[in-house]
Nanobody, 115 residues
Framework: QVQLVESGGGLVQPGGSLRLSCAVS????????MGWYRQAPGKQRELVAT???????NYADSTKGRFTISRDNAKNTMYLQMNNLEPEDTAVYYC?????????WGQGTQVTVSS
């Protein structure tokens, strides 16, 4: 079993920044793929960004150049640095890890971008 806990969400003005964290209950050294997803009201959950154990990253077109995903294996934590936030980024953000054929999800953290 793997438990994930997100933190760092909140209310921010357009153009502002937030950094989300995802603390994982086990060592992430051997976890190949980790990622962030989001779900806005009335919409399906969508990919934000993924990172693999080799450091390779993948971003949704809507977040390229504004968001940066990273992982700290020593702290068993994944991060999402979000800059130049837009109202369209408002959503619940979830982290996910894929380990031993199973997807594990966190409980989500709310990000609201509004003036």
């Amino acid at each position: 079993q793997v438990q994930l806990v997100e933190s760092g969400g909140g209310l921010v003005q357009p153009g502002g920044s937030l950094r989300l964290s995802c603390a994982v209950s086990r060592s992430i050294f051997s976890i190949n793929t980790m990622g962030w997803y989001r779900q806005a009201p009335g919409k399906q959950r969508e990919l934000v960004a993924t990172i693999r154990s080799d450091g390779s990253r993948n971003y949704a077109d809507s977040t390229k150049g504004r968001f940066t995903i990273s992982r700290d294996n020593a702290k068993n934590t994944m991060y999402l640095q979000m800059n130049n936030l837009e109202p369209e980024d408002t959503a619940v953000y979830y982290c996910k890890v894929h380990w031993r054929t199973v997807d594990y999800w966190g409980q989500g953290t709310q990000v609201t971008v509004s003036s």
